[in-house]
């Protein structure tokens, strides 16, 4: 297998860090920067409700099917060649969503840039533990965690400006054009920036966990990225079909590893990796309720206070900005705190969602705009303490070697999360504003308020784990068992 040039002395490590940062945000903003677009979109192409809902699905779900994948061939081949030739084909379909003359031809589009951004997204997360060692790794971790966090919420909010800049009945195309200068900047530096990796034993791509993951990760997502049509209704037996294939897959890589293969995600990551798999599972936790709130309050503002699609998102821009502020400084204090980092920042988030649903409910309308900033601005600084403290924790024990299929399954839990979440809480949106009365505020402090239960959930697999981790120190380790066989091939 390739052994990668150690960026942990490369001068140039942090300018190529900011050119993965920028390609990473462009493609995890088109996932919600599309939404406030759709309305206008739908009327200039002259498409149907179902046809222009996979304008967002069929993106969401090419870029989950991808990210593991992606990341194990990013791992075999180079992550330097992978993430520019992703970057490419990024920029190219963005411009062809862009110019799409028909629905048919932008939902295409959109399928193609969601499996570009599938596979680049991974690239990211290896290249940091790829080009960055020790306390500089935390902090390059706390920069990739604020993009996460940041790009997930100011979604609306950059659509919104778009829109209102771009004014006429085809300013929906540059959401889409506005990817290609930034993408062709990020292009031309990542040539000259990005660690390349020293050429090595090619290995056989496993194919049959190809198939077997992507098929389950589809079965799962299919239902939910279609929910607005009946997709939960039509496509349960899915949820059947879905597991089914997971554990055949668990089954199959098992199988590989005992064979001396190359496994798509090798098991041990999980077994013998410590903090990969709680730190997975705290990931998906998290997004489950922390995506599915943004659409929530999108549809509360728009629809229940009249707001305009960008009113509606700087409504909720201050946690965006906390999540920035902490984000950056969570990144040089996980070193230090470690997992009771994640825990304050979970509470934070359940404190900040969970004051924000009781103040829309019970608080006068006035009283509401001005007491609701202040506390989604603490839930940001808590969201900032989540994600890449989480992302640090997860994956700093894990092979460089193995870095990028690692990253993209911590990705495609956090996407399954997300993608449940987008269904589940709007639909108890409205569910609650169909019953007598039609109360939006009951009706967003409802979905809301659910979307905390995941983070609560989250929040007690951090506070286990961080109490493990202090018994854990409490106890030495016998140096003939203190690292795994995993790591032999760390560097």
């Known amino acids: 297998m390739p052994t990668h040039t150690d960026g942990g002395s490369d001068p140039r490590r942090w300018k190529a860090l900011w050119v993965t940062l920028v390609a990473g945000f462009m493609s995890l903003l088109d996932v919600t920067i599309v939404a406030v677009a759709l309305p206008s979109m739908q009327r200039d192409l002259h498409a149907s409700a179902p046809a222009i809902q996979w304008v967002v699905s069929g993106y969401a779900l090419s870029f989950a099917l991808v990210l593991v994948t992606a990341g194990r061939i990013g791992d075999a081949v180079g992550r330097h060649r992978i993430f520019l030739l992703a970057l490419t084909a990024f920029v190219l379909c963005s411009a062809a969503a862009g110019a799409a003359p028909t629905i048919t031809f932008l939902v295409v589009a959109r399928v193609a840039q969601g499996v570009a951004a599938g596979c680049l997204a991974p690239q990211n997360s290896a290249l940091i533990q790829q080009m960055f060692r020790g306390a500089e790794r935390g902090r390059a971790f706390g920069l990739f965690g604020a993009t996460v966090g940041i790009s997930s919420a100011v979604g609306p909010v950059v659509g919104g400006l778009i829109l209102a800049l771009a004014d006429g009945p085809q300013g929906w195309r540059w959401i889409f054009y506005v990817n290609v200068p930034v993408g062709a900047i990020a292009l031309l530096l990542g040539v000259r920036l990005l660690p390349r990796a020293v050429p090595g034993r090619r290995e056989r791509l496993?194919?049959?966990?190809?198939?077997?993951?992507?098929?389950?990760?589809?079965?799962?997502?299919?239902?939910?990225?279609?929910?607005?049509?009946?997709?939960?209704?039509?496509?349960?037996?899915?949820?059947?079909?879905?597991?089914?294939?997971?554990?055949?897959?668990?089954?199959?890589?098992?199988?590989?590893?005992?064979?001396?293969?190359?496994?798509?995600?090798?098991?041990?990551?999980?077994?013998?990796?410590?903090?990969?798999?709680?730190?997975?599972?705290?990931?998906?936790?998290?997004?489950?309720?922390?995506?599915?709130?943004?659409?929530?309050?999108?549809?509360?503002?728009?629809?229940?206070?009249?707001?305009?699609?960008?009113?509606?998102?700087?409504?909720?821009?201050?946690?965006?900005?906390?999540?920035?502020?902490?984000?950056?400084?969570?990144?040089?204090?996980?070193?230090?705190?470690?997992?009771?980092?994640?825990?304050?920042?979970?509470?934070?988030?359940?404190?900040?969602?969970?004051?924000?649903?009781?103040?829309?409910?019970?608080?006068?309308?006035?009283?509401?705009?001005?007491?609701?900033?202040?506390?989604?601005?603490?839930?940001?600084?808590?969201?900032?303490?989540?994600?890449?403290?989480?992302?640090?924790?997860?994956?700093?024990?894990?092979?460089?070697?193995?870095?990028?299929?690692?990253?993209?399954?911590?990705?495609?839990?956090?996407?399954?999360?997300?993608?449940?979440?987008?269904?589940?809480?709007?639909?108890?949106?409205?569910?609650?504003?169909?019953?007598?009365?039609?109360?939006?505020?009951?009706?967003?402090?409802?979905?809301?308020?659910?979307?905390?239960l995941p983070v609560l959930c989250s929040f007690a697999l951090a506070v286990h784990d961080w109490r493990r981790d202090r018994r854990g120190r409490d106890t030495p380790c016998p140096p003939e068992v203190s690292h795994s066989h995993l790591h032999a091939g760390q560097g």
């Open 206 to 452: 496993d194919l049959g966990g190809v198939a077997l993951l992507g098929c389950g990760v589809l079965a799962l997502m299919l239902p939910l990225v279609l929910a607005e049509s009946g997709g939960v209704r039509h496509l349960w037996w899915l949820f059947v079909v879905g597991p089914a294939l997971l554990v055949a897959f668990a089954r199959w890589e098992r199988r590989v590893a005992a064979r001396e293969g190359h496994p798509l995600l090798d098991p041990r990551l999980l077994t013998d990796t410590r903090g990969y798999a709680v730190g997975a599972a705290i990931a998906t936790l998290y997004f489950v309720g922390f995506s599915g709130v943004w659409l929530v309050f999108a549809l509360f503002f728009q629809n229940g206070l009249d707001y305009s699609p960008l009113r509606s998102g700087l409504a909720v821009t201050p946690f965006a900005l906390g999540s920035a502020l902490a984000a950056a400084v969570a990144g040089r204090l996980v070193d230090r705190l470690g997992r009771l980092l994640t825990v304050c920042g979970l509470a934070g988030v359940a404190l900040g969602l969970g004051g924000t649903a009781l103040i829309l409910w019970l608080a006068p309308k006035g009283l509401a705009a001005w007491l609701t900033p202040p506390v989604l601005f603490v839930g940001g600084l808590g969201g900032g303490c989540v994600i890449s403290p989480n992302v640090t924790m997860t994956l700093r024990e894990v092979p460089v070697r193995m870095a990028g299929a690692a990253g993209g399954a911590l990705q495609t839990g956090q996407r399954l999360g997300g993608a449940v979440g987008t269904a589940a809480l709007p639909g108890v949106f409205y569910v609650v504003l169909a019953a007598p009365g039609h109360d939006y505020h009951l009706a967003v402090a409802t979905a809301v308020g659910l979307g905390v």
